[in-house]
């Protein structure tokens, strides 16, 4: 999928870079290949960000953030990426189920479950 097919579908989505083609998803920078679009969540104790360049190691060269890094990729912003992130993972699923399988299983592993609520909820 085009990164400009996501930012058109999901309008609250900034691009700053190449339109580039992205095969799935990935939260998870160890665990990110070739293709990926690395999806840098802010935390409490540190920011996704903080693992970009491992992702772009791995052949990563889109980020989904709340902020543009300091690599030299292709960023799309979202504002307030956790709040929102529900609505971008349920408007990529509807055209793109297997896209969005791995990486919303990693969302979730990665969630206290006290705060499932208040992302979906």
């Keep these: 999928m085009k990164l400009s097919e996501i930012v058109q579908r999901f309008s609250k989505i900034r691009i700053y870079g190449d339109d580039l083609e992205v095969k799935d998803l990935c939260i998870k920078a160890q665990e ?3 293709g990926d679009l690395f999806i840098a969540l802010p935390g409490e104790k540190s920011h ?3 693992w970009e360049k491992e992702a772009i190691s791995r052949g990563v060269r889109a980020i989904l953030s709340d902020k543009i890094g300091k690599e030299k990729v292709t ?10 992130l ?3 993972f349920f ?8 896209m969005v399988n791995s990486a919303f299983v990693s969302f979730f592993c990665s ?5 499932i609520a208040n992302i979906f909820f």
């Design 32 to 34: 990110s290949k070739e």
């Design 48 to 50: 996704g960000l903080d």
């Design 75 to 84: 960023y799309l912003v979202l504002e307030n990426l956790r709040d929102n």
């Design 86 to 88: 529900s609505d971008f």
């Design 91 to 98: 408007d990529l699923f509807k055209r793109s189920s297997k």
């Design 111 to 115: 969630v206290k479950s006290s705060d």
